[in-house]
Nanobody, 113 residues
Framework: QVQLVESGGDLVQPGGSLRLSCAAS????????VDWYRQAPGKQRELAARITRDGSTDYADSVKGRFTISRDDFKNTAYLQMNSLKPEDTAVYYCNFRGTEYWGKGTLVNVSS
């Protein structure tokens, strides 16, 4: 059974930075594309960033140029570096193995002064 555990969420002021981590159990991490989703209060979950097995990346327009997704297959971990944070980035952030039912429980990012 694969488990995904997100961490790194916090309260941060506008303009600040955070790095989220998504740690996976087992040894199959390298086989999957990893997605970072986010869900703001009262809104639908949306895809924020994606990284494929070979390291290709894609971003939502709303985070492009501010967020960077990366992965370390030796550590079975994906990261989301978030810079120049805005109040509208406030959400619970989840990681997912694309196309699977493997989801973490999320980590809360709160951007507020």
């Amino acid at each position: 059974q694969v488990q995904l555990v997100e961490s790194g969420g916090d309260l941060v002021q506008p303009g600040g930075s955070l790095r989220l981590s998504c740690a996976a159990s087992g040894s199959i991490f390298r086989l999957f594309t990893v997605d970072w989703y986010r869900q703001a209060p009262g809104k639908q979950r949306e895809l924020a960033a994606r990284i494929t097995r070979d390291g290709s990346t894609d971003y939502a327009d709303s985070v492009k140029g501010r967020f960077t997704i990366s992965r370390d297959d030796f550590k079975n971990t994906a990261y989301l570096q978030m810079n120049s944070l805005k109040p509208e980035d406030t959400a619970v952030y989840y990681c997912n193995f694309r196309g699977t039912e493997y989801w973490g429980k999320g980590t809360l990012v709160n951007v507020s002064s």
